[in-house]
């Protein structure tokens, strides 16, 4: 550490000789302060070992100074303040008087001192490193009063407090090293900068008593610095204190003729602001009035040249009329002639632009007008049938010219002949035409509907160019749609031979397309503003295919779970059987269970493993799901969100009471949907679906499951073979597909009946009642399963454990810390395999609470059967062995209350083996740790020398 210190500071470490007189830095105090010193000898390279008084200490070289040096003070508070009034020192005239003189900047004073004394040559930092030390710091600082800003913003705390806290927990930091820093001017000036901004921007009445650190300024210039042998010299301190008062009065006088002079600058700035504001004002005023009067001449101006142009107009309209009536008549005058007129002229004109058309198709129109108010007399009567020949014929080239320009959407030549057409025949089978080459693009038989919705918007854009009612032609060309192209498509699709499975397929999926399309149509279409058009076009679309849904959804439904069951049980080979079972099956299944008889040979493959499979429900569940979306098809983004698609396989905590009740956990999660079916069938179709669900999922499969299982416990006899706990895995099973059930229900169904108050309640009711009935056989087997595991242990130990096992008749041959005995073995290996499939099958709190029944069981069996006993000084031991073994097996159970009665059963066998002198004792100690009397008392009776030494054994209860 020492040779980084001197790699670190060593660059501008000041060098001293023994036996100098130096001032060494002091922090002993609340402030740093320099402190005369002597310099004994060198400790390392930079470091010096320093008499301070009578003590010793030692400082690095940077730590000391001269004592002729030039001193920078930067250790006292109030910093801030001090090094401003470096600038300030007494000085003499040339005429020996005092006065206050203000001092050039510190790189005039470095030089000037560098030049009189070598001792500032540490001074020099080509490297920069104070820069960086007082840029480090300063961060450092900043930080530290980040974390006062709370505290520096409460009105509570007075200003004098927040400044002590500034000056122990920032400026401590800010200049902590300061001894060491060759300051300059730029340094000096960032130092200043922080400390008088930062504070003053969060506390701005925070200030520095400067009154205090100028006599403290002047009075160190004039002694020196003070110490306890230092002669404060009264006089020259006070003549130098008035001194420095002149000089202060002087500065104040010229600083008041200055603040004068700039306020009468600042006056005639004013004056001169004021009135160039006022002649702009002036200049506004005239130029508004004018803009006001330009604005009133052109308004009359326009006003006499509209009144002139009407005036004009009214003059040139009876003429202009006259001059149309005369040219009809001329027209008309050429029908007249016999096979004359304008035939030739027209039959002519069909073969030339459309520009000639419309202006023949205006005259001829005009002519048909007039035909209709002339009378129908030999005179006109030819004339009137070759007007209205020339204008069927005209019609008709103009729509055939129509449809061309249709076909290249020239929709300016579209709309110059509709208007033409307009107020005839003509206009709708325009309208008729465009709708035709519209839907000739579509192709039924393969839609695509993007590109059927892309070229219904482009033809909307040139609806709207080229007729002035756009709305009605718009909406006739969304029928025609329908009619022919979506109608036909419809009904290839979906056709009523087919099987319910594709029928109701197909029918979801078209559903689905055309409620997309229509949404896109009411989306991209600006004339569909009431989306009850479409609506009501939709619906009768679906209409006919919609009136057996409901039914032939029921019936796809009910084959479809049938058939996941069929296969499952066959995949076993079981067979079905029903579970009401007559007097005369319940009287066989007694009478093989009271004689020992095993069951036949299918009832042991019913009973080898649970009929219940998780994979059967997802499969059933999958169905529902699909029949709950053709009921209520979601939209579009919500149809990308609906479960059905995957069944996620999380674990409930399946918890059981100490009784071994078994609780089924159903997660509900509500979603959204939109409407396919009527919305007056959706609670009867929801409880439908809920119906075939619990028919085949909890009725035909759960429950069947569990009562199979069950009937399997009750023909199974421990004392005849090893209980087959299969009941672990229907528990396990039964809990996983009965939370898919609720969760089903909750995401499927729910949303159906949500509007139906009554429906709700009995779905709801049910599901209690599925819950509650499920809960009730899980118990009774867990309850089944721990009798039949205690039974067979009960067995194991009647028919395995001997007399002489625990009563030998001589101890040779017994090894010491040898195995248990066989019946033990037995036990501890039969109750091994039921922890490990317990472990495997159950979890959560449903565990801890079996764990904790069959331990309480089996240590209720070890102490009735350590009761059928004696036990010897070495069968005492053989019987310890073996109630150590159970107690290992008990610690896996992970109940504290296990292993409590087992410490207790083990501490009982402890009193087989101790002397009968040491009985009353150990009793004692027990009954203390809250062994019950009785129970010490059976137990020491069990001892083989009970009878004999009866009265050292006898157990007093202890004195209160």
């Not at 089924?664 to 439908?688: C, K, R, V």
Request: net charge neutral; proline share 4%.
């Amino acid at each position: 550490m020492e040779e980084q210190f001197n790699q670190h500071h060593g660059v501008t470490a000041r060098t001293f000789s023994e036996s100098q007189r130096v001032l060494v830095r002091d922090y002993s105090g609340r402030h740093p302060t320099w402190t005369p010193g002597l310099i004994l000898c060198w400790r390392g390279t930079v470091v010096y070992e320093i008499r301070v008084g009578p003590a010793k200490w030692i400082r690095h070289a940077n730590r000391n100074r001269p004592t002729d040096s030039q001193i920078l003070p930067t250790g006292p508070s109030d910093m801030s303040l001090e090094m401003l009034l470096d600038n300030f020192d007494l000085g003499t005239t040339p005429e020996n008087q005092s006065v206050l003189r203000q001092r050039p900047s510190l790189s005039t004073d470095y030089n000037r001192d560098s030049a009189q004394t070598g001792s500032a040559s540490h001074c020099v930092s080509p490297g920069g490193v104070a820069k960086n030390d007082i840029s480090i710091q300063i961060g450092k600082a900043r930080a530290a009063f980040a974390n006062l800003r709370h505290q520096w913003r409460r009105r509570d705390i007075s200003f004098s407090v927040k400044g002590r806290v500034y000056n122990a927990a920032v400026r401590s930091i800010l200049l902590y090293g300061s001894d060491t820093w060759p300051l300059r001017a730029e340094d000096v000036k960032r130092l200043l900068v922080f400390d008088l901004q930062v504070p003053s921007e969060h506390c701005p009445n925070l200030g520095t008593n400067h009154g205090v650190a100028l006599i403290d300024r002047l009075t160190k210039s004039t002694v020196g610095i003070p110490s306890s042998e230092t002669d404060l010299k009264p006089r020259k301190l006070i003549e130098n204190f008035g001194i420095a008062l002149h000089e202060l009065l002087i500065l104040k006088a010229k600083l008041e003729d200055r603040s004068l002079q700039l306020e009468a600058k600042c006056r005639l700035d004013e004056r001169s602001f004021r009135i160039t504001i006022e002649r702009l004002r002036k200049e506004l005023t005239e130029l508004h009035d004018q803009f006001s009067k330009l604005d009133t001449q052109v308004h009359m101006v326009s006003g006499k040249l509209a009144h002139l142009g009407d005036q004009l107009e009214r003059k040139n309209l009876p003429r202009k009329r006259i001059e149309e009536a005369r040219d009809l008549i001329l027209e008309f005058y050429k029908f007249l002639g016999a096979g004359g007129g304008t035939f030739a002229n027209v039959a002519v004109n069909l073969q030339g632009d459309e520009t000639q058309l419309l202006e023949a198709a205006k005259r001829i129109k005009n002519l048909n007008s007039l035909c209709f108010e002339l009378p129908d007399d030999e005179r006109f009567l030819s004339a009137k049938q070759r007007v209205t020949v020339a204008h069927q014929q005209l019609e008709a080239t103009l729509l055939e010219r129509f449809r061309i320009n249709c076909a290249e959407r020239n929709t300016a030549m579209m709309k110059s002949i509709a208007d033409a057409l307009i107020n005839s025949k003509g206009h709708t089978t325009c309208m008729e035409i465009l709708i035709e080459e519209t839907l000739k693009g579509i192709n039924s038989r393969n839609l695509d509907f993007e590109a059927m919705t892309t070229r219904l918007v482009a033809a909307e854009q040139d609806i709207m160019e080229v007729f002035s009612r756009p709305e009605a032609t718009l909406m006739q060309l969304i029928n025609s749609l329908f009619t022919y192209k979506l109608k036909p498509h419809m009904d290839e699709r979906i056709r009523s031979d087919m099987s319910s499975e594709m029928y109701l397929i197909n029918l979801y999926t078209e559903y689905q397309n055309m409620d997309k399309l229509m949404k896109a149509l009411c989306d991209r279409l600006t004339l569909v503003t009431d989306p009850s058009q479409l609506s009501r076009l939709f619906r009768e679309l679906f209409a006919n295919y919609l009136s057996q849904y409901v039914a032939r959804e029921k019936e796809c439904l009910t084959r479809r779970l049938k058939k996941h069951l069929d296969q499952f049980y066959e995949a076993r080979g079981h067979q079905k059987r029903p579970l009401t079972s007559s007097g005369i099956a319940d009287f066989k299944r007694d009478l093989r269970v009271k004689l020992h008889m095993l069951p036949d040979q299918r009832s042991m493959v019913d009973f080898e493993g649970s009929l219940l499979s998780e994979e059967v429900a997802v499969n059933i569940i999958e169905d529902i799901r699909r029949a709950a979306k053709r009921c209520l098809v979601v939209g579009d983004l919500l149809s990308e969100q609906l479960p059905g698609n995957s069944i996620v396989h999380s674990k409930a905590d399946r918890s059981f009471h100490t009784s071994v009740s078994v609780t089924l956990i159903i997660i509900s999660t509500p979603i959204q949907y939109t409407q396919l079916s009527q919305p007056t069938e959706f609670a009867a179709n929801g409880m439908a679906l809920f119906d075939i669900l619990n028919e085949f999922l909890v009725v035909e499969h759960v429950r069947y499951g569990v009562v199979i299982a069950l009937q399997g416990l009750q023909t199974m006899d421990a004392r005849t073979v090893t209980p087959n706990i299969v009941f672990f895995s229907v528990v396990r099973d039964c809990t996983s597909i009965i939370q898919f059930f609720g969760k089903t229900v909750d995401e499927s169904i729910f949303p159906l009946v949500s509007a139906s108050p009554t429906c709700l309640q009995e779905i709801n009711s049910k599901r209690q009642s599925i819950q509650q009935k499920l809960e009730a056989q899980l118990q009774s087997g867990l309850d089944r399963c721990l009798n039949l595991i205690i039974s067979h242990v009960q067995h194991v130990l009647s028919t395995e454990q001997r007399k002489t096992d625990f009563r030998p008749d001589s101890a040779v041959g017994i090894p010491v810390g040898g195995p248990p005995s066989q019946a033990c073995q037995r036990v501890v290996g039969f109750l091994a395999q039921v922890v490990n499939e317990a472990r495997r099958q159950l979890d959560g709190q449903n565990l801890k609470n079996f764990f904790t029944e069959l331990g309480m069981r089996l240590n209720r069996t070890l102490v009735d059967h350590f009761y059928g006993f004696t036990f010897s000084d070495t069968g005492g031991f053989l019987a310890m062995q073996d109630v150590t073994a159970y107690r290992d097996l008990a610690s896996q159970f992970g109940s504290p209350v296990v292993h409590g009665l087992f410490d207790v059963l083990l501490k009982l066998m402890n009193l087989m083996l101790i002397k009968p002198d040491n009985v009353q004792q150990v009793s004692q100690d027990y009954l203390q740790s809250g062994i019950p009397l009785e129970l010490l008392q059976n137990f020491i009776q069990l001892r083989a020398d009970y009878k004999e030494a009866r009265v050292k054994m006898e157990i007093r209860k202890p004195s209160r």
